[in-house]
């Protein structure tokens, strides 16, 4: 099941349109940064799990799953970030790339 960027901004949208109904107030930048924040150190904690930094005694199941979706809900929080501040997301990151491969390219890489 392969989708394009804008199909899964989209698809984000519309969740974010329908949890306007039950949020106790419209989210900001500031409300999607602590979101964000929130969603790294729940990523961060899977990856400790998945990398064995805690003494756990047993595998946790679907911890693969979980990083999964923690890296989910970190992009989804960057594509709210993006619209709050009218961010092309997708020309941004080419254009990350392009300076990228350029910066390489005069350094001789």
């Given at each position: 099941m392969s989708r394009t960027f804008a199909e899964m901004q989209q698809m984000y949208r519309e969740v974010v349109e329908?949890?306007?109904?039950?949020?106790?107030k419209p989210w900001e930048a500031q409300g999607a940064m602590i979101e964000l924040s929130k969603q790294v150190?729940?990523?961060?904690?899977?990856?400790?799990?998945?990398?064995?930094?805690?003494?756990?005694?047993?595998?946790?199941?679907?911890v693969d799953e979980k990083m999964g979706n923690e890296m989910a809900d970190v992009i989804?929080?960057?594509?709210r970030l993006?619209?709050?501040?009218?961010?092309?997301?997708?020309?941004?990151?080419?254009?990350a790339r392009m300076d990228e491969k350029r910066y390489l390219v005069s350094r001789g890489v």
């Open positions: 329908r949890f306007s109904t039950i949020e106790l150190g729940e990523l961060a904690k899977q990856v400790m799990i998945k990398e064995k930094y805690y003494a756990l005694t047993d595998e946790v199941p679907d989804a929080q960057v594509m993006a619209d709050h501040y009218g961010i092309d997301l997708e020309q941004a990151f080419v254009d």
